[in-house]
């Protein structure tokens, strides 16, 4: 199951900010946090993962919380195309072929023109 | 940019046929993967291979399934006497060495009719 709580959908204005939330109050010390998302029934598209330090690409950003609990997935110009589900998904750290995804409900974010 | 491929995008089959769904993922990727998503449900994962042979699969991937590497390029999910219940996308994912990042392709639609 997955151990992470997103909301179910969001609006956001294009041109602003998007700010995608998620709570993982159980996460263990080799666990990183990992964003994906899916934009109508395509793959899913990687788009940034952290262990305790905020994180920036071309992206995204990605803020941690210092108790590591939550974070928040930031894009900072929304456009039309960013409309998708993110998934906020936590996975050990050490990779393998073990360590799969498990993919979530996800936050259903519409950009609206 | 490296992109997984997968073939066919989109399959017709008839209940109790075998189908075979194929994957090319990126070249120096060592992990592979397979997922499913039923229209309107979560991305569900399904098995992962990682040198020759399975490293972990889920209570889905029943006897009715097989993986294959069979060459060194291509990876293959297949579907041995196909239900109703087995409509849905396909989608194949390889990760490199350090197994941190998963890449997905654009999957296959499979119908069962």
């Known amino acids: 199951d997955a151990k992470t709580t997103q909301p179910p959908s969001m609006d956001c204005a294009e041109g602003r900010a998007a700010n995608l939330p998620c709570n993982h109050s159980t996460i263990s010390g080799n666990e990183y946090v990992y964003w994906y998302r899916q934009i109508h029934s395509q793959g899913p598209q990687y788009i940034i993962h952290g262990l305790k330090n905020n994180e920036t690409n071309e992206m995204a950003s990605l803020i941690i919380t210092e108790d590591r609990k939550s974070s928040t997935l930031i894009l900072p110009h929304a456009t039309l195309r960013d409309t998708a589900v993110y998934y906020c998904?936590?996975?050990?750290?050490?990779?393998?072929?073990?360590?799969?995804?498990?993919f979530g409900t996800g936050t259903l974010l519409a950009v609206q023109p | 940019e490296p992109e997984v491929t997968q073939t066919p995008s989109h399959q017709v089959t008839q209940m109790g046929q075998e189908v075979i769904l194929r994957c090319v993922p990126i070249?120096?990727?060592?992990?592979f993967y397979w997922y499913r998503q039923i229209l309107g449900q979560k991305v569900e994962f399904l098995v992962s291979f990682y040198n020759n042979e399975i490293s972990e699969k889920s209570e889905i991937f029943d006897d009715q399934f097989s993986v294959e590497r069979p060459d060194g390029s291509n990876f293959t999910l297949k579907i041995r006497s196909t239900k109703l219940e087995d409509s849905a996308m396909y989608f194949c994912?390889?990760?490199?060495?350090?197994?941190?990042?998963?890449?997905f392709g654009a999957g296959s639609r499979l119908t069962v009719l």
């Open positions: 998904i936590v996975r050990p750290y050490y990779g393998g072929a073990t360590n799969k995804l498990i």
């Open positions: 994912a390889s990760s490199d060495p350090g197994a941190n990042v998963l890449t």
């Open positions: 070249s120096n990727h060592l992990y």
